[in-house]
């Protein structure tokens, strides 16, 4: 393990499940951002990623690896598929010999790949945990790309914390947190969505996964004590999932079905004008591990009235760029709109706070943050702890009973070199 020649830039083999346009949350977010602003620091990045259609074009420095895997479809969102991703993604760099000085994958979906690369081409791996798991064999691949891997990246304290109490004889998660683009996300006047809106119509947004654990629900029920105060004011929610029908039924068992709006996904510059045009930014999240949405926000100088958990009690200042509410209590988080919404000039100075705060947050200094990690994987004092390898072991034992037969033949080959 030792660090590229002098003179040749550092060669970094990528692998993730999302990439614009098919981006399901932070990941794919971070993924797009992450390895646009290494390419600027001429770090040249191999980007592994599913064959599917319609890839955003990648910047100069960034090349897209579409992997032959099966076509993703309803296993998409388990193991099944994503080991036959890895699979698929070893194979296709041995086939065509592509040369890296380390691999970086993210989140469990992508943890074979990272550690079967590791195995056969001798390299560091680093690892990337986004949220971490709790199900089998979800979780079990998430420990052993954690007991594997060189490093450990995670975007917030409370989930180093979170990793370290569920496994303590693994070494502490390196943090860096996630960075927003304030060139692409930035200040616009408050303005209604469209045509047949008044004037004075205040808008609280909800971008996210329609999923339990984001909270939508419990901003719908905070939503229906707002409006007795405020008739003028409405809901948009962004974003999709599984509680997107049980949310429109819960919209119209509220009254509310004409003044909650349900958009679907929105990306680029429709996601930015939704942030422009809402007054107040709602992240009612019962588990946050970061919070990319409250940072977006921030940086189009929008307040956020937030749950108080996770990730985003690091980037929200309470009182200051917003508002922190105890979690899943939808009175106090309609308590908390309510004073944005009616305190004009309370929200305005929310809103330039929250600005200023974003701007702490540039991905430049992630993706130099993270290539300090590249380095220091690359240095040959780096030697593999044994706790660590007793931990990957024990893994690969926990892991292998929560697999199908054909999938456990398939993890066995990869884990083989182990």
């Known amino acids: 393990m030792t660090a590229p020649p002098a003179g040749r830039a550092l060669r970094v083999g990528l692998v993730a499940s999302e990439y614009p346009p098919y981006v399901y949350g932070g990941l794919g977010t971070h993924v797009e951002a992450l390895t646009a602003a290494l390419a600027e620091r001429s770090v040249q990045v191999e980007l592994f990623v599913p064959t599917r259609v319609g890839y955003k074009q990648p910047p100069p420095g960034v090349r897209l690896r579409l992997v032959p895997a099966r076509p993703p479809g309803s296993a998409e969102s388990n193991a099944e598929f994503w080991v ?216 189009c100088a929008r307040p956020v009235v937030a749950s108080r958990i996770g990730g985003l009690a690091e980037i929200i200042k309470h009182e200051t760029t917003g508002l922190l509410v105890p979690t899943a209590d939808h009175l106090a988080l309609a308590q908390g709109l309510v004073r944005l919404l009616t305190d004009d000039r309370a929200r305005d100075a929310a809103g330039q706070a929250a600005r200023s705060r974003a701007l702490d947050y540039p991905w430049p200094a992630v993706a130099a943050a993270t290539e300090r990690q590249y380095v220091s994987v690359l240095q040959p004092s780096n030697g593999r702890d044994p706790r660590a390898v007793r931990a990957v072991r024990a893994a690969i034992d926990d892991l292998m009973p929560a697999l199908s037969s054909r999938t456990r033949v398939i993890a066995a080959t990869i884990l083989r070199e182990l």
């Open 84 to 299: 036959d991703f890895c699979a698929a993604t070893l194979a296709y760099l041995d086939r065509l010999g592509i040369e890296i000085d380390l691999v970086h994958c993210h989140d469990w979906l992508a943890v074979l790949a990272g550690v079967g690369v590791q195995a056969r081409r001798r390299v560091p791996l680093v690892f990337s945990v986004h949220l971490p798991q709790v199900a089998h064999p979800h979780a079990e691949l998430e420990l052993l790309g954690l007991a594997a891997a060189e490093v450990s990246i995670v975007n917030s304290d409370a989930m180093r914390r979170e990793l370290g109490e569920r496994d303590p004889s693994l070494p502490p998660a390196v943090v860096i947190p996630n960075g927003v683009d304030s060139s692409r996300f930035h200040a616009g006047p408050v303005g209604s969505a469209g045509p047949g809106r008044a004037d004075d119509d205040l808008a609280v947004l909800f971008v996210g996964r329609l999923v339990p654990e984001k909270g939508a629900d419990v901003l719908l029920r905070a939503f229906a004590a707002v409006r007795s105060r405020m008739p003028h004011a409405r809901l948009v929610i962004v974003g999709d999932g599984d509680q997107a029908l049980y949310l429109r039924r819960l919209a119209r068992y509220f009254g509310l079905a004409r003044e909650v709006e349900f958009t679907g996904w929105l990306t680029g510059d429709e996601l930015v004008r939704a942030y422009r045009l809402a007054a107040v930014v709602a992240v009612p999240s019962r588990y946050e591990p970061f919070g990319l949405v409250a940072l977006e926000a921030m940086s």
